[in-house]
């Protein structure tokens, strides 16, 4: 069984398929070709294809595309998906009153 820490295992070279130009991740418009091309550079996890190529990091923070970027990233390291830890979840980043986070009523004056 191979393991998604060895970074020594041999994947064979990057051969394109008919789908690598579907669209995976719709926020940052990233293809399934770009991504399988990610791992063959090196990028075994999600994080670090999530940190190479910023998918999941759109609107939608990887709600729509995680499970897709996963089973990707299954099919072309021959893994099992339990090996594989899910992408570090961040809160949007938006701007917010000062307001907001002390919970106070704004009096307008």
Not at 28 to 57: C, P
Not at 80 to 108: C, F, W, Y
Request: aromatic share 2%; hydrophobic share 35%; with cysteine.
């Amino acid at each position: 069984m191979k393991s998604i820490n060895d970074r020594s295992q041999d994947i064979g070279p990057f051969v394109s398929q008919t789908d690598d130009g579907v669209i995976i991740c719709r926020c940052e418009e990233i293809t399934k070709g770009e991504i399988r091309q990610a791992i063959h550079d090196g990028m075994f996890t999600v994080n670090e294809i999530r940190r190479y190529l910023r998918s999941g990091m759109g609107l939608c923070q990887g709600q729509t595309c995680g499970k897709l970027v996963k089973s990707i990233v299954v099919q072309e390291l021959d893994v099992i998906p339990a090996q594989l830890d899910p992408a570090t979840s961040r809160s949007p980043m938006r701007p917010v009153e000062m307001k907001v986070l002390g919970n106070e009523e704004v009096s307008h004056v």
